[in-house]
T-cell receptor
């Protein structure tokens, strides 16, 4: 089974801190994605990457950046955390040549910014 | 991604078939229909997808109308563990999740 592992399940950070959310997948997938999920707003795409060193903005990239130095790892960076970035963050990966397994999601990181 | 419309909630009795509808009237020719579900406190889980033909796998069946403007996800024998939010997505590339349908399976 494809596994997508997010480094932390729960995280509490202070306003203004630089925050790194790490995501690792073990199936050599080309595509990786970061979403945030908030009550009433559903899942919203922040950034995605179709290859190493490549990144594309999603629907809500403001306040975030990403890094993909290796194929298996996709990091989401909050340059200066703010309280409105308190959310559940979900990482996903997929193989663009095989739709039969769709996206595989990690278990999520619940970030609280205080 | 084409816009999809789903009922906000549905109920189903355990052991009965759950039929979840989705409208995607603006779907374009190369967009697939995907279904995912999300059980509380977990990431979404892929269920099934299709382009034109009906599809079946070990989890569910997907019925797509001939004009492709709507589809139905069928869980043939719903169990309590199928209680979740179900998302229908029409897309060729990256996925955009809407609000989904909250399916509650009751004893």
């Amino acid at each position: 089974d494809v596994k997508v592992t997010q480094s932390s399940r729960y995280l509490v950070k202070r306003t203004g801190e630089k925050v790194f959310l790490e995501c690792v997948q073990d199936m050599d997938h080309e595509n990786m994605f970061w979403y945030r999920q908030d009550p009433g707003l559903g899942l919203r795409l922040i950034y995605f990457s179709y290859d190493v060193k490549m990144k594309e903005k999603g629907d809500i990239p403001e306040g975030y950046s990403v890094s993909r130095e290796k194929k298996e790892r996709f990091s989401l960076i909050l340059e200066s955390a703010s309280t409105n970035q308190t959310s559940m963050y979900l990482c996903a990966s997929s193989d663009p040549l095989d739709r039969n397994y769709g996206y595989t999601f990690g278990s999520g990181t619940r970030l609280t910014v205080v | 991604d084409a816009k999809t419309t789903q009922p906000p909630s549905m109920d189903c009795a355990e052991g009965r078939a759950a039929n979840l509808p989705c409208n995607h009237s603006t779907i374009s020719g190369n967009e697939y229909v995907y279904w995912y579900r999300q059980i509380h406190s977990q990431g979404p889980q892929y269920i099934i997808h299709g382009l034109k033909n009906n599809e079946t796998n070990e989890m569910a069946s997907l019925i797509i109308t001939e004009d492709r403007k709507s589809s139905t996800l069928i869980l043939p024998h719903a169990t309590l563990r199928d209680t979740a939010v179900y998302y229908c997505i029409a897309s060729y590339g990256k996925l955009t999740f809407g609000q989904g349908t909250i399916l509650t399976v009751h004893p």
